[in-house]
């Protein structure tokens, strides 16, 4: 498989070109989990297949286009921080591939400053049971289980 990667012409290479080669790779080299591919799979066909960003040539992205990409899928704090890391990572994976098959020189997501970006507010507050739901479970279990 890494041959054939760099057997096509190195300024043809895309997100969308490379995702599916770096997948392959990434079963047979690094031996992750279907259900890890199944993950990044989702994640890359929810936040880059369709956009703009990811038919532009790799080779021709600057590290604005990375940062105008995360502002816009993070505006009005559209999307969780993990789902953002999450995306983050996949892009990560591909441009480190990328790099390894000499197709850029440099991964330009470790130039951004990842502070500026606002995220969805998860609510992670566990409400308890109140007094009444404690008794009517309480109420509900034979005698036995308490």
Known sequence: MFMKCIMKKISMWTFNTLFPEWIAWRRSELLVTEKT???DSFIFAAF???D??????IGELATR????FFRKISRGRAITRKR?????SVMNGILYYAVELGVIDHNHLLDINYSQFKF???NSEVLPFSEVERLSIIN?????NI
């Open 52 to 57: 703009p960003l990811s038919f532009v040539p």
């Open 84 to 88: 953002f890391n999450n995306l983050k």
């Open 120 to 122: 969805k507010v998860v």
């Open 65 to 68: 286009d990375y940062i105008d």
């Open 37 to 39: 591919i199944r993950e």
């Open 48 to 50: 880059l297949a369709g």
């Open 140 to 144: 509900y279990l034979p005698d036995d």
